[in-house]
């Protein structure tokens, strides 16, 4: 993207980037016209900025599992050290000491992302466009700092538990561009209610559709609504959304008859007609080493072999490194871009399956679950799920979402959302260098520590325990 001008990724005031001065007053610097509507269209293209996701929950989550000898020795240093402790669930991920490894880069991109939002969203009504496009242009922009703050209430909040997300810590509310404000948390339920207030204000003025798949629309919003109300545990509104998200679109991408991904067969990330609203994680692809991602044993066995996913999105661990064993997320490498890890089709109809299961419907769940997976088996492999009943059917759709979204976020999203819940409750564990660590249900581990540079810098950051 050729912007017309430079533009200050400047961070709300906690972070590294603001240096140590804990107030500061920021003014749009470079080439910025305030009063061209232009300017902000040129921005909102920069996917660059708005694509950006954390990639904390991926290596949180159960489905990899961090075994080999090479790789340890890899990831136990200082600049991996992050990798470790997040998979490990340790209290201090980002430790003080160094300061090229001391910040939280998922904090710092998303909190940049929303600055980059607030300046369009705020400047907008003093440009000269009309005021259908500066209504369309701020409905853009709105989505995104919903999407940013999803992310973080989920990475830095406790699960939402309607019961005390009043009182339960979430994340700093920053709305505006100024850096001269103070930097308290706001509760879980303050943080949620704004993601949704950003999104419905923002639907009206949405496209139905855009030529890519970074750019918002009606149904990134609908999408959005639906994985925020089902992380709620707000089924019924999480399937209204859902269906409003299928109406507009429901493509599947066909894995039945593909051998092997390339650029002919599989569609580009911005075009995927899967893809609600492109995402990516903010370091990119994981099918390198030292930092690819070893596939559980109870994934791999999960998945089984003769599914496409298994297939087509993972390799042997030799394809990675003579020293790994077993079987490594490989779909960035197959598809050979980031992934996708904003909402999608599948999401949509597998949050749709979950809460009809949780109605009572399991018939009507498990045809949701088998018209996905029709699409992800060759047609001599394909077997029809079945649910004993609406209890099974809840059980058999979670294991469907671990299978369509290993390597993405929403298995961590899960283990908080479900961690109370009989079918799901249990004690993890994860061992290396002779440690054995565990995520039992009621650990504060569910949520990631604050860094402590920021909490350091701005004391007026609560600490999560």
Known sequence: MNLKYSYPLIIAGLLAFSGCKKYVDIKTQGNLVPKETQNYRYLLNASSSLERSPSLFELASDDINIVDASQL????????????????????IYQVGNVSYEQDDNWNAEYSLIFYCNTIINELPASNGTGNEKAALTAEALVHRADAYLNLVNLYGKPYNASTAETDLGVPLILTQTLSQKLNRASVQAVHNQIIADLTTAIPSLPNTQAYNTLPSK?????????????????????????????????????????AVTTANYPR???????????????GTISFTPTAY?????????LGTKDQRYTLFTVPASTISADYTGRYFYRD????????????VPEMMLIKAEALARSGDAAGAMLLVNNLRVKRFKPADYVALTAAS?????????????REFFG????WWDMRRLKNEAPFQRTYTKTFSGVTYTLDP??????????????????????NP
Request: with cysteine; aromatic share 12%.
């Open 442 to 463: 009621n650990s504060d581990r569910y949520v990631f520590p604050i860094a402590e540079f920021l909490t350091n810098l701005n004391p007026e950051l609560e600490k």
């Open 73 to 92: 020795n890899s990831l136990n240093s200082l600049f991996y050290g992050y990798y470790l402790r997040a998979y490990s669930w340790q209290p201090v």
């Open 390 to 402: 609406a209890a099974d059917a809840v059980v058999k759709v979670v294991e469907e979402r671990r």
């Open 408 to 411: 993405r976020p929403l298995r």
């Open 294 to 302: 070893r596939l559980s044993d109870e994934l791999v066995g999960l």
């Open 219 to 259: 149904v990134s919003a609908y999408a959005l609504l639906a994985r925020c109300y089902f992380y709620m545990k707000d089924y019924a509104n999480a399937s209204k959304f859902a269906d409003q998200a299928l109406a507009v679109r429901s493509t599947l991408n066909d894995l039945s008859t593909i051998t």
């Open 333 to 344: 490498r197959a598809i050979g871009e980031a992934r996708n890890v904003g909402p999608s």
């Open 269 to 283: 990330r911005v075009f995927d007609p899967e893809i609600l609203l492109s995402k990516t994680p903010i370091n």
